[in-house]
């Protein structure tokens, strides 16, 4: 089976500050890790994946995660937050060996602040 | 089209009625996603298609619930004499090749209220 988990039900960051989305997860094999972020109204827009190589995964929008396979994360972060960053933020796995649909932690609200 | 594509957007039913729930995939894409997202949830698995081939059926809640995709582009969801506890979002996904790392891209979803 595999799992997610997202600690923090909201964020809260200034503008211009770094952020940090944490992510945890559990699988049996080898992970493929996505986020994907959800403006209101609309559906869910990939931001980044972690497929295999470096663990240090640049997306859209000046985002980046960081696998870390020894404690199990895969954490989003931005070096300077946008008020237009406050978004519902879904962190998702897939086992490289299991079934191809995505298991979605529970999301993180991010509000950033001006 | 340039993205995928859901209808309705909004479909309010009364309880025992059955709906049906329409997805167009970007053209080309193999793989095809129906996932459920309760109010305040992450989306939860629905089913899979592979081409019109249906490989994954695991996620859906109760024999009430039925999709198809016959020609191996849209794809439909039905569900039957609709309960209170179907009111969700319904979010489907496509990606372009079979592998488990492309990542899908999602409808905007048609959110469902049974009343």
């Known amino acids: 089976a595999q799992s997610v988990a997202q600690p923090e039900d909201q964020v809260k960051v200034a503008e211009g500050n770094p952020l940090t989305v944490k992510c945890t997860y559990s699988?049996?094999?080898?992970?493929?890790l996505f986020w994907y972020v959800q403006y209101p109204n609309r559906g869910l827009q990939f931001l980044l994946k972690?497929?295999?190589?470096?663990?240090l995964v640049k997306g859209s929008y000046g985002f980046e995660a960081e696998f870390n396979k020894s404690q199990t994360s895969f954490h989003l972060k931005k070096p300077s937050a946008l008020v237009s960053d406050s978004a519902l933020y879904f962190c998702?796995?897939?086992?490289?060996?299991?079934?191809?649909?995505?298991?979605f932690g529970s999301g993180t609200r991010l509000q950033v602040q001006p | 089209g340039a993205g995928v594509s859901q209808s309705p957007r909004y479909k309010v039913a009364k309880r025992g009625q059955d709906v049906a729930l329409r997805c167009d995939p970007i053209?080309?894409?193999?793989?095809l996603f129906w996932y459920q997202q309760a109010l305040g949830q992450g989306p939860e698995f629905l089913t899979y298609?592979?081409?019109?081939?249906?490989?994954?059926k695991s996620g859906l809640p109760s024999d009430r619930f039925f999709a198809e995709r016959p020609e191996g582009s849209v794809s439909t969801l039905k569900i039957q004499r609709t309960q209170q506890e179907d009111s969700a979002v319904y979010l489907c996904?496509?990606?372009?090749?079979?592998?488990?790392?492309?990542?899908?891209?999602f409808g905007q979803g048609t959110r469902l209220t049974v009343v």
């Open positions: 996904a496509s990606s372009f090749r079979q592998g488990g790392n492309t990542e899908a891209f």
């Open positions: 699988v049996s094999g080898n992970p493929y």
């Open positions: 972690y497929i295999t190589g470096d663990n």
């Open positions: 998702a796995v897939r086992d490289m060996a299991g079934r191809r649909a995505l298991t």
């Open positions: 053209s080309g894409h193999v793989s």
């Open positions: 298609f592979q081409n019109e081939a249906q490989l994954d």
